[in-house]
């Protein structure tokens, strides 16, 4: 996997200068109206959970008959009864999906790409349709308000490589790495 975390135009900048720009317009305040402007920052976090999920599967009871098509044009039909699972880490990695699947690509998300509308149910880090996690809205809004802070008072760098996913839990979280961390503060 690819990760640029420095430069002008990387991802981390980006979210970086997005802060100061808040800071700017609003000062240190952090409530729904400033959490809603944050797009470099909502795009990262979206692309985050696209490469690494925190559910290894979803899976759903069958209640009515369906078929599905593969890319490559075979039709399977499922019937009542049956259980079914989609991974979104499988799903989130597919190439005929998403371009250049392992490579940190927040701008994979805006118009005119879209890449996560391409296809139904392309991104599923939340589940998706009727059934979707309905706490996805909020956990956006956590993880945006800890970010926010965190990018307003440090600087980050990753010591180690990204690390790898630990499968050893039923939410997947990263093995050990090393990051440092120096405290800073974005001028308002």
Excluded at 79 to 98: C, K, Y
Excluded at 124 to 140: L, P, S
Excluded at 147 to 173: C, K, Q, T
Aim: include cysteine.
């Amino acid at each position: 996997m690819r990760l640029q975390t420095r430069g002008p135009k990387s991802p981390y900048h980006a979210a970086v200068a997005e802060q100061q720009a808040i800071l700017q317009k609003h000062g240190g305040s952090v409530n729904m109206d400033v959490l809603g402007e944050m797009q470099a920052l909502q795009l990262a976090i979206q692309e985050a959970l696209r490469m690494h999920p925190p559910l290894l599967m979803v899976m759903r009871y069958v209640k009515q008959p369906f078929s599905v098509t593969t890319s490559q044009g075979n039709t399977y039909n499922i019937p009542v009864g049956d259980i079914v699972a989609a991974s979104p880490n499988f799903a989130h990695m597919l190439p005929t999906v998403f371009k250049d699947p392992q490579v940190f690509d927040p701008a994979r998300f805006l118009p005119p790409r879209e890449e996560d509308k391409v296809k139904p149910f392309s991104y599923v880090g939340f589940g998706g349709g009727r059934h979707a996690c309905i706490g996805q809205n909020f956990a956006y809004l956590q993880i945006k308000s800890i970010w926010s802070v965190m990018l307003r008072n440090f600087d980050f760098e990753m010591l180690d490589p990204v690390p790898a996913p630990d499968y050893d839990s039923m939410v997947i979280g990263p093995k050990a790495a090393r990051v440092r961390y120096t405290r800073r503060k974005l001028a308002a």
